[in-house]
């Protein structure tokens, strides 16, 4: 355990709505349509704009990184994705995809000294986090850092949210939840609707089996509510994500994590007026919490 659990945990809070707005701009939107792709969903161009960094990877190998989506759904983008475009040419794309959503959200104070601030101090944080065995983190990693405060700031956190994210793949797998358990238990706790799990790709069947399989474990209920087992277990994963997504923070220390956390909160601010972000998510986040005083 860490000595401050919580830490990495409320800056994923903080953080990843910043970084996410990305997936629902329409600047963003208006890039991945000019590329080629199709833009009545977002799937086309997530499933481009996140497995870029990995190069022009199989469906096999980015099923394997992302883990929750369901075979299948990815086998439907990747690696047709690359046909549309290449990743470099992707990634060259994402690039102005974030420069444009921002100078929208911000206007004026996309070059204020707060953001520059925050860009550094994330750059700090991410630059500390380790990508051994974490292989969407390290293909951003291994990407050239922008020049911009707010590019840095969007990439800095996207580092961080990936190697959360491939530590959280980790924990998954040390407690014995495959990609679609992983989801059904998730569920289960009331992190979010159900339906609001059916973006990953899964059929009712596939949900229902792996429904039946954490059941025969104990760790659901015949309505699909997770048990006394049940809670306890997904606890038991989120700790260990935490626990392995700690180090940055450690290393920028709370004084500075908590500067970073006051510095982007009038960009929260404004990602959350802007509407744009939807109420219910796979990620359980619900209400953002403010910075600790």
Do not use: C
């Amino acid at each position: 355990m860490t000595e401050n659990p919580g830490l990495a945990r409320q800056m994923w809070h903080q953080l990843e709505p910043v970084h996410a707005l990305f997936w629902y701009s329409p600047e963003v939107f208006a890039e991945a349509a000019a590329l080629g792709y199709q833009v009545d969903t977002r799937w086309p161009s997530y499933f481009a704009w996140r497995a870029a960094p990995l190069g022009a990877a199989g469906a096999e190998r980015v099923s394997s990184a992302f883990y929750s989506f369901s075979p299948r759904m990815v086998g439907e983008h990747i690696p047709a994705a690359w046909t549309v475009a290449p990743p470099d040419r992707v990634l060259r794309a994402r690039e102005r995809a974030v420069d444009r959503m921002y100078r929208t959200l911000l206007g004026d104070g996309i070059g204020a000294a707060d953001l520059a601030e925050a860009a550094g101090l994330a750059r700090a944080a991410a630059e500390e986090a380790s990508t051994a065995g974490r292989p969407i983190a390290a293909a951003n990693a291994d990407l050239p850092w922008p020049d911009e405060p707010h590019l840095v700031l969007w990439h800095a956190i996207g580092i961080l949210r990936e190697q959360r994210g491939d530590g959280h793949v980790a924990a998954l797998l040390a407690h014995g939840l495959d990609p679609a358990e992983s989801l059904v238990s998730f569920a289960a706790i009331g992190a979010a609707p159900v339906e609001t799990f059916a973006s990953r790709g899964w059929t009712d069947g596939e949900w229902a089996a792996a429904r039946d399989r954490l059941a025969s474990r104990g760790l659901v209920d015949a309505d699909g509510a997770a048990t006394g087992a049940g809670r306890e277990l997904r606890d038991s994963v989120e700790r260990m994500t935490d626990d392995l997504a700690y180090a940055p923070w450690r290393t920028l220390g709370a004084g500075r994590a908590d500067r970073l956390a006051r510095l982007t909160m009038p960009v929260l601010v404004k990602v959350l007026e802007s509407g744009l972000m939807p109420a219910s998510n796979t990620l359980g986040i619900g209400k953002v919490q403010a910075p600790s005083r």
